[in-house]
């Protein structure tokens, strides 16, 4: 007797368990989360503050903020910043003063840990929010992250 | 001399098989070396090290602030609480006066990724024991919470939003709204978990009297975290050493002294309720303050052993440092709860059907790179 008892309770309690179901079957366009990827392209927006690469900005007289201190660089945990400075002659004052030649970047070694943001004393580098970093070669995920012939702005110091 | 013909042929024989490292069932990469008769089984081994990163030989490496991006990556379903505690060890050792207002946010994330892990497995397991819908409605949830991480601290899995001394920047003028959004939705979803699967009788068929655990193995083999509390031994980390604003808040532990799987689920679900009254306790009035303690941009542990626990998601996680007071720590230890909840599966499987040893498994809530570290 409790062999059929136990069909009926089961059969109740899955149709109990599709009255759920059966309700988002006829309302899914509400809860629907599914993002049409590769068609909202134009869309879709990350957050402000999402991990997508390090980068480093330059105004329009291509002018960085970087001194080459090299706080990045001491702060990455896996290597993935590599500073290649020299020393040379600061206009303004006639001094020695450093400055970077290349400011390399490897994006196939960054864990996106934030470390060397956090570092940065004169916030010369900064999180950039684009999402598609696949390549068909690795070598290009190794950035030089100034512009060529960029220099550092007038009166940043570290 | 037929019936002794007939005898050998069906003579039963134990045999082995493998189940894993590419089992959908273990979640990942781990072996199990299963020695059965017929559907039964004799003894169930685990087979570890596939995900093996050594990270605690990499921690020796790694400067104290270094250190904390790695333990994102041992139970990336917990990650922010594996960050604070080891946040929480180095603060101690150094004797820092934390801000309240960290403390606060450091709770509320830490509930918001308990709530996180276990819809995921909550989705996982119904998957584990045939029913798919499960999965889509814990994603969905979950899908909230990755998004208040992500506007707050940039990423949805590997935060590393903790650093020692405090956090590494202020929240989101939008967390606070989320939340609350995130807490009332969930509200209304939380019962339809239990409409869905709890209530149901071919799940409890498959679930009630499978796996059984008793209080005192429980002790003898270290299971913590939900495992533990199924089977009645109270060790939540949040009641007995409150740690950050745990000590600020009333509530339950949730316990259950059946010990079998759908205890274990029970505690699991009733956690998620848990978490949320927490989160409402706190989230209204986060003290004004600084986000940060000024610490040296090269920390130094003095000379000696620091050892803090906290409750991940899945159990106690212990973070042991050895200093000898050099930039880099000498040794670093993590107990980890994936590694000795899944030491007794073993004994809770013997006896049963492969198809327990699933059910078993899936409420143990194994995460293998957690295991292997």
């Known amino acids: 007797m409790s062999y059929f008892s136990d069909i009926y309770k ?11 179901t059966g309700k988002y079957f006829l309302t899914s366009r509400k809860g629907a989360i599914t993002q049409q990827y590769p068609d909202n392209r134009d869309t879709l927006k990350m957050f402000e503050r999402f991990r997508g690469e390090v980068v480093m900005p330059h105004d329009e007289n291509n002018e960085h903020q970087c001194t080459g201190c090299q706080k990045c660089e001491l702060a990455c945990p896996n290597g993935s910043i590599e500073i290649i400075w020299d020393r040379g002659i600061d206009e303004a004052t006639g001094k020695k003063k450093k400055f970077i030649d290349r400011h390399i970047y490897h994006l ?25 970093n696949s390549t068909y070669d690795r070598t290009q995920l190794t950035k030089v992250l100034n512009r060529p012939g960029s220099k550092v702005k007038a009166g940043i110091e570290d | 001399m037929e019936t002794t013909l007939i005898k050998s042929n069906f003579k039963s024989e134990e045999y082995f098989i493998n189940m894993g490292p590419q089992h959908p069932a273990t979640h990942g990469v781990l072996r199990l070396l ?24 990499m921690c020796e490496r790694d ?33 820092l006066d934390i801000p309240d207002r960290v403390k606060v946010i450091r709770t509320i994330l830490g509930e918001l990724t308990r709530i996180a892990s276990h819809t995921l497995w909550w989705g996982v397991m119904g998957m584990d024991v045939g029913a798919l819908t499960t999965y889509f409605y814990g994603f969905r949830d979950r899908e909230m919470i990755n998004d208040i991480f992500e506007e707050t601290c940039g990423a949805r899995l590997t935060m590393n939003y903790n650093i020692p ?19 009332k939705h969930f509200k209304t979803k939380l019962p339809e978990y239990d409409t869905l699967l709890t209530g149901n009788v071919i799940f409890q068929k498959r679930m009630k009297g499978v796996g059984i655990l ?15 509390r ?6 939540d980390v949040r009641k007995h050493h409150p740690y950050s604003a745990y000590d600020k808040v009333t509530f339950n532990e949730a316990l259950k002294t059946e010990g079998d799987t759908f205890a274990r689920y029970q505690v699991r679900i009733q956690e998620m309720w848990e978490s949320m009254a927490i989160i409402e306790q706190l989230i209204d009035n986060i003290p004004e303050g600084d ?5 040296n941009a090269v920390i130094k542990l003095p000379k000696g052993e620091f050892y803090q626990k906290v409750e991940t998601a899945r159990g106690e996680l212990g973070v042991y440092i050895i200093s000898t007071g050099t930039k880099n720590p000498y040794r670093v230890k993590f107990r980890s709860p994936g590694f000795s909840n899944l030491s007794l599966l073993n004994h809770i499987a013997v006896g049963g059907k492969i198809g327990d040893l699933v059910a078993s498994m899936a409420t143990l809530d194994l995460v293998i790179p957690d295991i292997d570290r």
């Open chain 1, 10 to 20: 089961g059969i109740k309690t899955l149709l109990t368990g599709m009255s759920v």
């Open chain 1, 108 to 132: 196939g070694l960054c864990t996106m840990c934030g470390l060397c943001i956090e570092a940065c004393p004169t916030d010369a580098i900064v999180w950039a929010q684009n999402y598609e």
């Open chain 2, 34 to 57: 299963l020695t059965i008769d017929g559907e039964i089984i004799k003894k169930v081994e685990p087979d570890l090290g596939y995900i093996h990163r050594s990270i605690e030989k």
């Open chain 2, 63 to 95: 400067s104290y602030q270094q250190i904390v991006h790695l333990t994102d990556r041992m139970d990336y379903l917990s990650s922010h609480i594996n960050n604070e505690a080891v946040c929480l060890t180095v603060e101690n050792a150094l004797q």
């Open chain 2, 165 to 183: 001394g405090g956090l590494m920047f202020d929240i989101h003028p939008n967390f606070v709204q989320r939340t609350k959004d995130f807490i």
């Open chain 2, 214 to 228: 008793s209080k005192e193995d429980a002790i003898s083999f270290g299971a913590s975290g939900p495992v533990g």
């Open chain 2, 230 to 235: 199924g089977s009645g031994y109270s060790c």
């Open chain 2, 291 to 295: 986000v940060q303690v000024a610490t």
